[in-house]
Nanobody, 121 residues
Framework: VQLQASGGGLAQPGGSLKLSCAASGRIVSINSMGWYRQAPGKERELVATITSGGSTNYADSVKGRFTISRDNAKNAVFLQMNSLNAEDTAVYYC????????????????WGQGTQVTVSS
């Protein structure tokens, strides 16, 4: 199973970016997908998650500014980021948790490679 993230880049303060992530491989189902971020010198932190049923969870710092969505048929997750500020600068990582595979019993968690988001004027 591989997760491919895209959509990062440079944005001005107050601007917007949209991140996308698609999981590929011999997947039966994915329970939760989400986004985490890690700024220089800081630990990785949760940004937002969404379950297969559409339940969402957001970090307080992004509530009202970021929106997570999901396409279950495509095993894809998206993060619409609005009103960006410098504190949002980080490498953003896509996560798929509770993954059931065709070829292996059990559930697994996978991470994407990370995509850089820089907010600067």
């Amino acid at each position: 199973v591989q997760l491919q993230a895209s959509g990062g880049g440079l944005a001005q303060p107050g601007g917007s970016l949209k991140l996308s992530c698609a999981a590929s491989g011999r997947i039966v189902s994915i329970n939760s997908m989400g986004w985490y971020r890690q700024a220089p010198g800081k630990e990785r932190e949760l940004v937002a998650t969404i379950t297969s049923g559409g339940s969402t969870n957001y970090a307080d710092s992004v509530k009202g500014r970021f929106t997570i969505s999901r396409d279950n048929a495509k095993n894809a997750v998206f993060l619409q980021m609005n009103s960006l500020n410098a504190e949002d600068t980080a490498v953003y990582y896509c996560n798929a948790d509770g993954v059931k595979r065709v070829d292996v019993w059990g559930t697994y968690s996978y991470w994407g490679q990370g995509t850089q988001v820089t907010v600067s004027s």
